[in-house]
């Protein structure tokens, strides 16, 4: 695991408060960095970058929340905040591996392998 990784989000969430919500995503990523050693490899290489810190993330998340707001209330499951944290940073969904973005989309026969 890489504890760059660790380091780069928990030096964002200093300059947050513990209720802030952009603090508590921070952890949900240092869990998923610490169950998964590639995903923390792409955190802490995405980090150096501003547009990809905690907080552009929370946005994202709070894109969708707003997308699916239901009267004054909005809401984002657990799995569906995963699902946006890995496709921010990249991450497979565990058990995957991550298909380079160069990648043919279709096979149309065994030598295109080659």
């Not at 780069?8 to 610490?34: F, H, M, P, V």
């Not at 004054?72 to 946006?84: E, N, T, Y």
């Not at 890995?86 to 497979?92: A, C, D, L, N, S």
């Amino acid at each position: 695991m890489s504890n760059q990784a660790l380091e780069r989000i928990e030096a964002q969430q200093k300059k947050l408060k513990s209720q802030n919500n952009t603090y508590w995503l921070g952890e949900q990523l240092k869990d998923i960095c610490r169950a998964e050693p590639y995903a923390a490899e792409l955190v802490a290489q995405d980090l150096v970058n501003p547009e990809m810190d905690i907080v552009h993330l929370e946005k994202k998340i709070k894109d969708y929340a707003d997308a699916h707001r239901e009267g004054g209330q909005a809401c984002v499951p657990p799995q569906v905040a995963d699902r946006i944290i890995r496709e921010f940073y990249g991450i497979p969904v565990s058990g995957e591996t991550a298909k380079p973005a160069h990648a043919a989309s279709k096979v149309n026969s065994i030598f295109d392998l080659f």
